[in-house]
C-alpha cells in the first residue's frame, strides 16, 4: 500500500513539474507580436516615446532639471508635465502627412503662468517644455544646421550639427519617427557660461520662397550693419543702415560728420555691408542646394504643449518656433486632448 501511494505522489509531482515547465514565458517583444496578429491595439512603439530624452534648444543643466522636476500647480504642488498625449500626435501627425517622417526637436522652454505659484517654491523661473515635430518628405531629414548669434555679433554664425554632437537618431521600435539627440549631453549643451555668451542656438533653415530676388537674380536685402573709420579711428561700429529709412547725410549728422567731406565715403561703407550681408546669405542657400526648392518651403512645424492645467489658453497660443522655421501648426489634437 505504502508503494502504491508513493508512486502515485512521484507521479503527480511529475505532472505538475511537466505542466510548469511547459508554461509559456511572457516578454515585452512575444506581447507586441501578439497585439499585432489580434489586432486589438496597434503597438507602433510611439507610447513608448520618453519627452525627457530628447534634445532642447537654449537649455542650461539647470533648466533641464527645473522642467524634468515637473509643473507647479495651482495648490502650489509640483506635478510631472504631462505628456501622454504625445503618441496620439504622433500618430495624428503620421496621418496626415502619410508619405512624411517626422522628427521632433525640443524647442526653446519659457516662463509660464506663475499666477498661481507660491512664494514659497524655491525655483525663480519654473519652465515649461514644448517639442516641435517637423515632417518631412523626400527621404531626407531637416537641414543639419544650426543657428548661433552670440552677444555683440550683428549675423547668426550657421553651424553642423557635428559641432555640437547633435544628430537625428531613429527613436527605438517605431517606424519613421526620429529624435534629436546629443552625444555630448542627454538633453542640452548649454552650459552657465554659454547662457552669458549667446543670445540663442536654434535650428536653422532657408525657403526659398523667403529669398526675395530681384530681376538680376540679387537677393534683395532691405538692411545691413556697416562700419565706418577715419584713419585709425572708428568712428561708426555696427550701425544698421535699412533702405528708405536714413540718408546719408542723416548719418553724418548723427555721428558729427561734416555731410561735405563724408558723405561719399559713409555711402561707399554702406554699399559694402550690404555686398557682405548679400554674399553672407548667398552662402547659407548654397548650405540647403542637396534640398529640392518644394521640399524646402513646404517644411512645416507642429508644436506640442503638455497638458497641465497650469498653463493658461495665452501660453498654449504661443506657436512661434524661430526667425527660420517661423511659426509653427497648432497641435492636431487640441480639440480633444488641452482641457
Same mark, same amino acid.
Given at each position: 500500500?505504502?508503494?502504491?501511494?508513493?508512486?502515485?505522489?512521484?507521479?503527480?509531482?511529475?505532472?505538475?513539474?511537466?505542466?510548469?515547465?511547459?508554461?509559456?514565458?511572457?516578454?515585452?517583444?512575444?506581447?507586441?507580436?501578439?497585439?499585432?496578429?489580434?489586432?486589438?491595439?496597434?503597438?507602433?512603439?510611439?507610447?513608448?516615446?520618453?519627452?525627457?530624452?530628447?534634445?532642447?534648444?537654449?537649455?542650461?543643466?539647470?533648466?533641464?532639471?527645473?522642467?524634468?522636476?515637473?509643473?507647479?500647480?495651482?495648490?502650489?504642488?509640483?506635478?510631472?508635465?504631462?505628456?501622454?498625449?504625445?503618441?496620439?500626435?504622433?500618430?495624428?501627425?503620421?496621418?496626415?502627412?502619410?508619405?512624411?517622417?517626422?522628427?521632433?526637436?525640443?524647442?526653446?522652454?519659457?516662463?509660464?503662468?506663475?499666477?498661481?505659484?507660491?512664494?514659497?517654491?524655491?525655483?525663480?523661473?519654473?519652465?515649461?517644455?514644448?517639442?516641435?515635430?517637423?515632417?518631412?518628405?523626400?527621404?531626407?531629414?531637416?537641414?543639419?544646421?544650426?543657428?548661433?548669434?552670440?552677444?555683440?555679433?550683428?549675423?547668426?554664425?550657421?553651424?553642423?550639427?557635428?559641432?555640437?554632437?547633435?544628430?537625428?537618431?531613429?527613436?527605438?521600435?517605431?517606424?519613421?519617427?526620429?529624435?534629436?539627440?546629443?552625444?555630448?549631453?542627454?538633453?542640452?549643451?548649454?552650459?552657465?557660461?554659454?547662457?552669458?555668451?549667446?543670445?540663442?542656438?536654434?535650428?536653422?533653415?532657408? /525657403?526659398?520662397?523667403?529669398? @526675395?530676388? !530681384?530681376?538680376? #537674380?540679387? &537677393?534683395?536685402?532691405?538692411?545691413?550693419?556697416?562700419?565706418?573709420? =577715419?584713419?585709425?579711428?572708428?568712428?561708426?561700429?555696427?550701425?544698421?543702415?535699412?533702405?528708405?529709412?536714413?540718408?546719408?547725410?542723416?548719418?553724418?549728422?548723427?555721428?558729427?560728420?561734416?555731410?561735405?567731406?563724408?558723405?561719399?565715403?559713409?555711402?561707399?561703407?554702406?554699399?559694402?555691408?550690404?555686398? /557682405?550681408?548679400?554674399?553672407? @546669405?548667398? !552662402?547659407?542657400? #548654397?548650405? &540647403?542646394?542637396?534640398?529640392?526648392?518644394?521640399?524646402?518651403?513646404? =517644411?512645416?512645424?507642429?508644436?506640442?504643449?503638455?497638458?497641465?492645467?497650469?498653463?493658461?489658453?495665452?501660453?498654449?497660443?504661443?506657436?512661434?518656433?524661430?526667425?527660420?522655421?517661423?511659426?509653427?501648426?497648432?497641435?492636431?489634437?487640441?480639440?480633444?486632448?488641452?482641457?
Amino acid at each position: 500500500m505504502a508503494k502504491s501511494h508513493a508512486s502515485k505522489q512521484k507521479q503527480k509531482s511529475v505532472h505538475k513539474k511537466a505542466t510548469v515547465a511547459v508554461k509559456p514565458k511572457f516578454t515585452p517583444s512575444k506581447a507586441r507580436s501578439e497585439s499585432k496578429t489580434t489586432g486589438s491595439t496597434t503597438d507602433d512603439g510611439l507610447s513608448l516615446v520618453d519627452w525627457k530624452n530628447i534634445y532642447v534648444f537654449d537649455a542650461k543643466p539647470k533648466d533641464i532639471q527645473n522642467m524634468h522636476e515637473g509643473a507647479i500647480g495651482r495648490n502650489g504642488k509640483t506635478k510631472e508635465w504631462d505628456f501622454s498625449h504625445l503618441p496620439k500626435v504622433l500618430r495624428k501627425v503620421q496621418e496626415e502627412n502619410e508619405s512624411c517622417e517626422l522628427y521632433m526637436f525640443g524647442s526653446q522652454p519659457f516662463n509660464y503662468n506663475t499666477v498661481h505659484r507660491q512664494s514659497t517654491d524655491s525655483r525663480m523661473v519654473p519652465l515649461c517644455p514644448t517639442f516641435g515635430i517637423i515632417p518631412m518628405k523626400g527621404g531626407k531629414p531637416p537641414p543639419p544646421y544650426i543657428a548661433v548669434r552670440k552677444h555683440g555679433q550683428e549675423l547668426d554664425i550657421i553651424k553642423h550639427f557635428r559641432a555640437l554632437g547633435l544628430s537625428w537618431e531613429p527613436v527605438q521600435n517605431t517606424s519613421g519617427v526620429f529624435a534629436l539627440r546629443s552625444s555630448r549631453r542627454e538633453c542640452s549643451h548649454m552650459s552657465e557660461y554659454d547662457n552669458v555668451a549667446r543670445d540663442y542656438t536654434t535650428l536653422f533653415i532657408m /525657403k526659398p520662397n523667403d529669398s @526675395i530676388r !530681384k530681376d538680376n #537674380d540679387q &537677393l534683395d536685402i532691405q538692411h545691413a550693419t556697416f562700419s565706418y573709420q =577715419v584713419g585709425d579711428e572708428l568712428i561708426i561700429d555696427g550701425e544698421v543702415y535699412t533702405k528708405g529709412q536714413d540718408t546719408f547725410a542723416d548719418i553724418c549728422n548723427r555721428f558729427d560728420l561734416n555731410v561735405d567731406e563724408h558723405r561719399a565715403s559713409v555711402k561707399q561703407a554702406v554699399a559694402q555691408g550690404f555686398t /557682405k550681408r548679400r554674399q553672407q @546669405i548667398e !552662402k547659407q542657400i #548654397d548650405l &540647403l542646394s542637396d534640398y529640392p526648392e518644394d521640399v524646402l518651403n513646404e =517644411v512645416s512645424v507642429v508644436k506640442i504643449f503638455p497638458r497641465n492645467t497650469s498653463l493658461s489658453d495665452a501660453d498654449r497660443n504661443e506657436l512661434y518656433i524661430n526667425k527660420y522655421y517661423g511659426y509653427a501648426k497648432s497641435d492636431p489634437t487640441t480639440n480633444t486632448t488641452h482641457g
